[in-house]
Each structure stands twice: as structure tokens, then as C-alpha cells.
């Protein structure tokens, strides 16, 4: 059974940068030609595809968040990390990391989901 966890600080100050980590255990992030991705949802919204990272370590992003996002990976601890640059307070959401087996923003493409964390922006 996969699970996967995120980690990361509940708040970030205006224009710093956001950095959650997502921890996957019973599978390893290197095989199985998965798409290993990160998801939000602000307060009141739907959910938004941020990007992915796949089992070969490429990275796709969502044009919309592209100039200040970036998706890396730590194989030797089978973990997945977003890092979101210049935060604002619309930065403000619950993050998801989940796991597709193919390049979607369709959440009901995604088979495996963490618990999401709370993260906040604010001064």
C-alpha cells in the first residue's frame, strides 16, 4: 500500500519562499512510471494542479505557477519536495501531494493522495 505524507511549516511570511516536502512509503518514487505530483486548494476554491515530478525525474509545471515553482526529488529518501517562491497571502491553502500514473491535472486521475497540510501565508 502506498502512502505518501507531507511536511512542512503551517506559515510563511509575504515573499518568502514555501517549501513542503512529501515522504512516500511502500513504493519507491523511482519505478513504476509514475507522475508524482503536488495539488492545492485555497479556502473557498477548487483544486489547482501546481506540477509533478516523474519516476525519471523530469518535472512539468502548471504554466500559471511556473515562474515561481520548482518540483525536486531525494531518491535516497524516497521524497518529493515543492518549493513556491514569493509567497502571498493567495498562496494560502491546503497542499496535497498524490501520485498518476500519466501527465494530468485531473484529480480523479490521481490514485494515491497524502492528507493534505494547511499552509498559511501571513505577516
Known amino acids: 500500500q502506498v502512502q505518501l505524507q507531507e511536511s512542512g511549516p503551517g506559515l510563511v511570511k509575504p515573499s518568502q519562499t514555501l517549501s513542503l516536502t512529501c515522504t512516500v512509503s511502500g513504493g519507491s518514487i523511482t519505478t513504476g512510471y509514475y507522475y508524482w505530483g503536488w495539488i492545492r486548494q485555497p479556502p473557498g476554491k477548487g483544486l489547482e494542479w501546481m506540477g509533478a515530478i516523474t519516476y525519471d525525474g523530469s518535472t512539468y509545471y502548471n504554466p500559471s505557477l511556473k515562474s515561481h515553482t520548482s518540483i525536486s526529488r531525494d531518491t535516497s529518501k524516497n521524497q518529493f519536495s515543492l518549493q513556491l517562491s514569493s509567497v502571498t497571502p493567495e498562496d494560502t491553502a491546503v497542499y496535497y501531494c498524490?501520485?498518476?500514473?500519466?501527465?494530468?491535472?485531473?484529480?480523479?486521475?490521481?490514485?494515491?493522495w497524502g492528507q493534505g497540510t494547511q499552509v498559511t501565508v501571513s505577516s
Open positions: 498524490a501520485r498518476s500514473d500519466h501527465l494530468t491535472q485531473n484529480r480523479d486521475e490521481y490514485d494515491y
